[in-house]
């Protein structure tokens, strides 16, 4: 079983940054494909970001490309979620994911993921 734990959420302005952090209860994170989801009220879980367990590739949504970075630091069993210029409509729920054998094609969907941590709560406005 695989415990995750976000923080780093809080309240910003429009332009600002800030840095989601996921802890593993694992000694072995490389061992899983890293994504990051997001969802609002009344709306479906949303993906933004995910790495590969092998090759550290990337993935993200079209309307966070070139602002978020996803990152992992398997020594620390932390992975990471930079958010810079960040916008109104990134106000949501932030959740980490993980899993194992996500096949590409299911990259972006959440039922890939077997584990999932509590979310922490990201606020844009002025």
């Known amino acids: 079983q695989v415990q995750l734990v976000e923080s780093g959420g809080g309240l910003v302005q429009p332009g600002d940054s800030l840095r989601l952090s996921c802890a593993a209860s694992v000694r072995t994170l490389s061992n899983y494909d890293i994504s990051w989801f997001r969802q609002t009220l009344g709306k479906e879980r949303e993906f933004v970001a995910a790495?590969?367990?092998?090759?550290?590739?990337?993935y993200y949504t079209d309307s966070v490309k070139g602002r978020f970075t996803i990152s992992r630091d398997n020594a620390k069993s932390t992975a990471y979620l930079e958010m810079n210029a960040l916008k109104p409509e990134d106000a949501a729920v932030y959740y980490c994911?993980?899993?194992?054998?996500?096949?590409?094609?299911?990259?972006?969907?959440?039922?890939?993921?077997?584990?999932w941590g509590q979310g922490t709560q990201v606020t844009v406005s002025s």
């Open positions: 790495m590969r367990r092998r090759g550290g590739y990337e």
């Open positions: 994911a993980a899993g194992t054998g996500v096949i590409l094609s299911n990259i972006r969907n959440a039922a890939a993921y077997a584990y």
